[in-house]
């Protein structure tokens, strides 16, 4: 189940950018998080990784 973003959460930090091995996470034109769900492997690292828990699975 790919994951989604809570754009009223993200703060744009980019942490999770950095932890998804396929790059499925990237930041997006309003400077907040997004998820290729085509990409996305639901490995759960951008999940752990986010401080303010606005990543979540489906």
Request: net charge negative; glycine share 10%.
């Amino acid at each position: 189940m790919p994951v989604t973003v809570d754009k009223e959460l993200c703060i744009g930090c980019g942490a999770c950018t950095g932890v998804c091995p396929v790059e499925a996470i990237t930041l997006e034109e309003d400077g907040k998080a997004g998820c290729d769900e085509a990409t996305c492997i639901d490995c759960g690292a951008c999940i752990a990784t986010c401080p303010v828990s606005a990543i979540s699975q489906k």
